[in-house]
Structure formats: C-alpha cells, structure tokens
C-alpha cells in the first residue's frame, strides 16, 4: 500500500475520518436499547440477559415482566402499557402459546429467519414469525413424605381414581392454576380438554376434593413446601425441578399417558425500533450458549436436545419415563381463544372446580 | 477456382434449410410451450384454489355445525377440527366471524371483510379480500335456523391467508413448466438429429458433386433414402443428357468440319484442274462442277447459319400472332418462284381454317422451308410436294391437364421415305442416315433439314412427326399448340 501525498488525498482522508466519527458517535452515545416485553419470571431468564449483555456489552437490554395475560391485554391495545413513553417492545415473550399465536395471526409479528430458527423442530416455529425456545413438560408436583403409604398419581387417569378414592387424603390439598386468571394455566387446562376424553371426570373429581386454585406455579410450590398441599396439579416443569432441588421432600411426577410440553414462545413485533438486535436477540435464545445456561442455571428447560444441564431434556429423560405431548404452534391454539368457546369453557370450569358455591 | 464458379453460378437461394427447419420448429414449440403454460396457469390456479376452498368449507361447515339453539339464543361452539382442518395449510393465518340473523355479531373478528350475500343458496361463496395487511381468501357459508326466537340465517365467513395456495400454485406451475420445458427441449435435440440425419444426403450429393472432375459425368453412386433417390436419379439423368449433348456437338463440330473441308477441297481441286483445261467445253464442263460444289457448301453454310439462328431464338423469341395460312401460302410462292424450272408439282391444302398462333414467324418459316427444302431434294424429278394445314389431334405425351388445341403442318413428298427404325435418329443433328441418304442420292444436303425443324418445334411447344406415307413418300407433321 502506498501513501498518496497530493491535496486531494489528504483532503479526502479528514472528510474519512471525520464521517467515520459522525457515524459511531450515535452509537457510542446513546446506546442501542432493546426492549422485552415477557412473561417470564425475571429471575429465570436474567442468566440468559447477562450472558447476552456480556456478549453484546453495547446493547442496553430493558426487561418488562408481565402475567401472560395481562401482556396480551397490552399488545392487543385492551389495557394500557404500563410504561407510556418508553420504547414500543421489540421481541415478546410468553408462555401463553395460544395468545403468543393469537398476536402473530393478528399480524403483530414481523418475519425472522436464520440458520438458527431453521434448526427449530416444526413445532416450535410458526410461519418464520413466532419461535419456541423452551422445553418445559407440564407436570405433578408432591409431597414425597406425605406420599409414603400412598399410591403415586402417575398418570390422569391415575389421579382421577385416586381423587375418588381417596378423596379424603386429597381435600383442600390439592392446588392447581385458576384458569380464569392464569394464560397458561387456561392453555394447559384447553389442552387437557382436547387431548384426554377424562378431562371432564377429572376436573370433576378436582371440585369434589376442593382443590384450591392459584395465579402463578409459584405460589402452589410456596403451598406445596409449607405443607398446605400434598399435589400440585399441571405445574410448569421448569419451575418446579427448579423448587425440588433446593427441597428434597418435593417430588415431581411427569404424567406417564401424556406429558403436555409447553414451549415459551418469542416474537419480533412488527413496529420494533430495532428489529436488527432482536433478531440477535432471538438467535442467541436458540443458540447452544443460551440453551445451555437455561440447561444450568436459570431452570428453563431448553429446547436444544444437544444442551447439557441440569434442567436439559437428557436429564429430564434419564430420570423420568416421558410420553411428550408438546403443543404445536399452529392455528388451532385460536380455537379455545373464541369470545364464545372461552366462556363457555370457563363455565364449564368454573362449575366443575367450584361446584359447592353455585349451590 | 471453386470460389469462382461459386460466386459466378450462384443461384437464388433460400438460406439454410436446416436453420430454417430448427427456427421453425422452435417457434412451433415455443408457442406450444406459451399454449401449454397459459393452459397449466389456469390449471395450477385452479387446483391450488379448488383443493384450498375445500380446507375453508370444510372448517366452515364444522363451524355451522356446532351452531344451536339454546334457550332463545344462538350458541356457537366452534370445534376443534374446524381449526385442525385449517391447520392442514400450517403456515396460513386464520381469520373467521359468525353473525346470526339481521347481521347480528356473534363472534370471531368482527372486522373481517364480509360480503352481504343475497342468495341464500346454502352453496358456499369464495372471495379474495385484504385483510390485517395481507390478501385472504374468505368463504361464505350460511345455514338457517327454523327455532322461534332465532329463526334466521347464521353466517360464517373463514378466512385464510394465500401462501399455502400461492405455494401450491408455484409447484404445480414450476413443475408443469419444469417437464414441458425439458419435453420441448428434447423436442429440439430429437428435430436436430432427425434435420441433420435428414439433409445428410444431401451434403453427400453435394461433396460427391463437388470432389469430381468437370468432365466426369458418369452417374452418382451413392445410397440414398428413398426420398431423396428420385433427386439422384434426376441429377444422373441430367448428366447422362449433358453428355449426350456433349457428344452430339462433338459430333457435330467433326461432321461440319468435314463437310465444309471436303467441299471447300473438292471446290479447290476443281478450281486448280480447270488452270491445265485446254477446251472451252472442258472448261464449262468445269465450272459446273465448281457451281455445284460451290452450292452445297453455300447451302451447308446456310443451314449451320439457320441452325444456330433458331437454336439462339428458341432462347430469346417473344411470340408474336401468325397467321398460319398466310405464312405458308406466302413460303409456298417463294417456293414455287424458285422451283419453276423443275418438273416438280407444289399442292396446299387447308383444312383447319383461318388459324392464329403464338410463335416466333421467323423461325418457323426456316423450319417449313428447310421441309419442303428436304422433299424436294430427296423425291423424284417429277416429285409432287404437298403442304396442308390440318386440325390437330392432341399428341400423346401431353400432360392431361393441358387443354389447349392443336393444330399440324403436313408436309408431304412422293420419296423413299424413312425406315421406322431410323425415324427418331433421323430427327438428329447431322444423323448418320442423313449422311449416308445424302451419298446415296447424290444430292446435295447436310441433314440439318430436320433437326431445324426439330428445334423451332420444340421452342414452340411442340411436336413433330414422321410417318411413311404408301406407297412411296414421307410425311412430316408439325403439331403445334394454338395458344
């Protein structure tokens, strides 16, 4: 290479460098920031923002936590954002597949693609627009030391026996989601009502035995180490093999006639500021560093089979006999999303779990 | 060499005929291939909406199905496999809106486009709309309700995004035109090797032609397709009368040569006796002698000049109208006038009228003069040489399609006339039994008589005829068509 020492090159040369700081100073200034909007509890997924914050150290991550419908409410303009001024969101996270689906057909989302989303199993990728990145079975959380001299509920069919049988056992101390206020407590329990023709003699036998219904997995767990419950009914997998490692009289069960899979499903939406970095975002929720934190440390159960973990499905297989049954991402998740099929199915519910107060 | 016989004998020609045959075969296929794409467009436009429609009525009558009335009010619980049938095309967005009687929202997407449909045919109606940013296609479906409360028609209307459709639409479009295109390809290559196959004797002809020296006429040998035999046998054909052209002007060079040499001779010898004749009777005994020499050279001059006159004009005459019986009256005096001091007796008859052709008049007084010329000279002293004009019968080798009429020239004699067998050599230039006729008789002659009249008649289209007449005598037709 040689050094032109004319006027013009030199002249040239300062126009360079001068454009090369107009272009970085926006970028060094006022930091590019990222908005998520999830319905995730902080604490799982924070692992995830700073391995990604360490990795993309100019890229200001601003997290939103919201119950899962409460967030559809938002996007879908039927409650007000709780943070007006601040940046639209740029990627949506939830649990609640049938309202993340819900968003996406009503055209909230914007196309992605990578080597990454390609890798995705069918299931778990909808249109290029919507991407399952978890894992997590839909399980039986108990009290193993209350179980001792008691038969398992290792199946529905299983449970809905036991719940007849031994009702006395079971009353008041079974806990599981209100679906009236739970998106995926309300999913799981519409997917239990397509898949299983007990389902109805199930949520039967749940009322008769006065099952105490919850907002979050959570708060039964909480139940569950206090003592208030023996069983917890369609737990989120990942947050209750999280509870039982730092509990060892918690047990989870993982339905041997079907174990739903739930997925927790991420979006870009289409008016993002910076669709770009959420994209990056997306890829490195798919990628193996995220997939094998989530396998580590933060209890989300990845998708990847090749993450490696404590919370990775290797493990979940080796220790428990597994029939998945994951939820597909595709469009009939809207059919228990209809004005009239959810009031119908709420009622249904409702009559069932809290039959003694109609009366 | 070749270059310039090439540049100087190039004939009007049409490009290549194997171009040609690729250029139009292509086109041919080429709007094959536009027929057929426009055709498998629709086809692939209907299949892809056909067999998608159905996913829509199907999901549509699921949904009416579960219509119902229910104490006074219209429920509607949509069904699963309403949806699961809709998710047939997975990566499709579904959209749907159900109103009950009056219009009445009952649920789904309340701004989905909806038509007002009028018909009540309780067939489904298919449209394509946009919808949330994108195009859809809806089916509308209807069923009536006959309870009192909600008696009236329910509405459904499912809709679908068209990308399933539009990707059905590309794969049977692409594959149609995948198969087509390589079919017509093929098409192609098969037309090239069949072309190339085809002209390959040709081009053998050609280099066979081309490889041969000019004086080889002897026929091609080489094998052929049937289709292009008759080509190769024309061509052999043509050579073989080339060079019997060839060897009738040798022939004919040599005979005139020989001729004029042995007059012009025996003219000179005649000449150089008659510086030693001593007697005056001697002397004109002598110059008769020279006259008749001088004579027969005259009339052989005469008649090669006559020959190549009408050989020049058969190539360039423009006919003109003559009227037959005028011409031959008006060669007959000259005739007579010339003939006056012979005991030969001149007739004409006419037997066809007044008669006008088309014709050179030039050329044809040549050839009935070079006749009555040849009557003369071969009949008796007291000779009788008839002329007649007679109406023609039409000749025999006349293609059918030819209708015109035709008339003949006789010209008769009272000589010896010609034997059968040597009528057709007789017609020749410098014919051997004109040769030899002429030592017979001792006349004066070169048997260019006829093979003039032979060539004003074929210039003229026409044909002549010899045939002896009985007892003694020959007759020459000129059959000659009135145009």
Same mark, same amino acid.
């Given at each position: 290479m040689t050094f032109m020492t004319d006027r013009k090159s030199i002249r040239g040369f300062y126009l360079w460098i001068v454009f090369s700081l107009l272009g970085c100073v926006p970028s060094l200034a006022g930091a590019v920031t990222l908005t998520l909007y999830s319905a995730t509890d902080r604490a799982a997924i924070q692992p995830v923002i700073e391995a990604f914050n360490r990795k993309y150290p100019g890229i200001v991550v601003r997290y939103e936590e919201f119950q899962s419908n409460t967030l559809y409410r938002v996007l879908a303009g039927e409650a007000d954002d709780p943070t007006p001024g601040q940046p639209q969101p740029d990627l949506i996270i939830s649990s609640a597949m049938d309202l993340q689906t819900k968003l996406v057909n009503d055209g909230q989302a914007q196309p992605y693609q990578s080597e990454y989303t390609d890798s995705l199993p069918d299931w778990a990728n909808w249109r290029n627009e919507a991407f399952g990145f978890t894992f997590e079975p839909v399980v039986f959380a108990y009290r193993k030391d209350l179980f001792v001299d008691q038969p398992l509920p290792d199946s529905h069919e299983r449970l809905t026996e036991l719940l007849r049988s031994n009702s006395k056992f079971y009353s008041n101390r079974i806990g599981t989601y209100n679906v009236n206020i739970s998106g995926v407590g309300y999913l799981f329990a519409t997917q239990d009502a397509i898949r299983s023709s007990l389902n109805g003699r199930l949520l039967e036998s749940l009322g008769r035995v006065h099952a105490k219904t919850y907002c979050c997995t959570d708060d039964i767990l909480r139940d569950l180490t206090d003592g208030k419950l023996v069983l917890g009914y369609n737990l989120l997998g990942s947050y209750a093999l999280a509870r039982i490692r730092e509990h060892p009289e918690l047990g989870v069960l993982l339905p041997k006639d079907y174990t739903l899979v739930m997925s927790r499903v991420a979006f870009i939406h289409k008016l993002a500021k910076e669709p770009g970095w959420a994209g990056v975002f997306l890829d490195f929720l798919l990628s193996p560093e995220a997939q094998n934190i989530m396998a580590s440390q933060s209890g989300l159960v990845p998708l990847r089979t090749d993450a490696e973990g404590t919370y990775s499905r290797a493990a979940i297989d080796e220790k428990y006999s597994t029939s998945y049954q994951p939820i597909g991402l595709k469009p009939t998740l809207l059919v228990y999303l209809d004005r009239l099929k959810r009031a119908r199915f709420l009622k249904e519910w409702r009559d069932a779990i809290f039959f003694d107060e109609a009366l | 060499m070749l270059t310039t016989d090439t540049i100087l004998f190039s004939s009007p020609h049409s490009g290549s005929l194997h171009r040609q045959l690729i250029i139009r075969m292509f086109l041919l296929l080429m709007v094959t291939l536009l027929v057929l794409g426009i055709g498998v467009w629709i086809y692939a436009q209907r299949a892809s909406d056909l067999s998608h429609d159905r996913l829509l009525t199907g999901a549509g009558l699921a949904i009416l199905d579960s219509v119902r009335e229910q104490s006074g009010r219209i429920e509607v619980d949509i069904p699963y496999a309403a949806m699961g049938i809709l998710a047939l095309a997975r990566d499709d967005k579904v959209y749907y809106r159900i109103t009950g009687p009056g219009g009445r929202y009952l649920t789904g997407y309340p701004d989905l486009p909806v038509r007002d449909v009028e018909t009540h045919t309780g067939t489904p109606v298919f449209y394509n709309a946009e919808y949330k940013g994108e195009s859809v296609r809806i089916a509308l479906q209807e069923k009536f309700l006959t309870e009192q409360n909600v008696r009236g028609w329910v509405t459904v209307a499912v809709a679908q995004t068209t990308q399933a459709r539009t990707e059905l639409f590309r794969e049977i479009m692409l594959g149609a035109l995948g198969i087509l295109s390589l079919v017509i390809l093929l098409a192609l290559a098969g037309t090239w090797v069949a072309i190339s196959r085809a002209l390959g004797?040709?081009? #053998?002809?050609?280099?066979? @032609?081309?490889?041969?020296?000019?004086?080889?006429?002897?026929?091609?040998? @080489? %094998?052929?397709?049937?289709?292009?035999?008759?080509?190769?046998?024309? @061509?052999?054909?043509?050579?073989?009368?080339?060079? %019997?052209?060839?060897?009738? @002007?040798?022939?004919?060079? *040599?005979? #005139? *040569?020989?001729?004029?040499?042995?007059?012009?001779?025996?003219?000179? #010898?005649?000449?150089?006796? #008659?510086?030693?004749?001593q007697t005056l009777e001697q002397l004109s005994q002598r110059i008769m002698k020279i006259n008749d020499g001088h004579q027969r050279l005259n009339r052989l001059t005469n008649q090669l000049l006559t020959h190549a006159l009408v050989t020049h004009r058969a190539d360039t005459f423009q006919p003109e109208s003559i009227h037959l019986t005028g011409l031959l009256q008006d060669i007959l005096v000259q005739t007579v006038r010339d003939h006056a001091h012979t005991s030969v007796e001149f007739g004409f008859h006419n037997e066809a009228g007044d008669i006008t052709i088309a014709g050179d008049t030039i050329s044809l007084r040549e050839a009935v003069n070079n006749l009555l010329h040849n009557a003369i000279k071969y009949g008796p002293e007291n000779n009788q040489v008839t002329i007649q004009l007679q109406p023609g019968r039409v000749p025999e080798n006349v293609p059918a399609d030819d209708d015109r009429q035709w008339v003949e020239i006789w010209v008769d004699d009272e000589g010896p006339g010609i034997p059968k067998d040597f009528q057709l050599e007789a017609l020749k230039r410098f014919s051997r039994l004109g040769e030899k006729q002429a030592q017979e008789h001792q006349v004066l002659g070169s048997g260019l008589g006829l093979a003039i009249a032979c060539a004003v008649l074929e210039a003229h289209e026409g044909r002549i005829v010899l045939e002896n007449l009985h007892p003694v005598g020959l007759r020459v037709r000129l059959c000659l068509p009135v145009k």
């Open positions: - | 004797p040709l081009y #053998a002809i050609r280099r066979e @032609i081309q490889r041969r020296e000019p004086t080889d006429l002897t026929p091609l040998t @080489i %094998e052929t397709p049937d289709e292009v035999t008759p080509l190769v046998e024309t @061509i052999n054909m043509f050579m073989r009368r080339l060079q %019997e052209n060839l060897d009738t @002007i040798k022939m004919f060079i *040599a005979n #005139a *040569a020989h001729q004029i040499r042995t007059s012009l001779s025996t003219v000179q #010898a005649q000449i150089n006796l #008659a510086q030693h004749d």
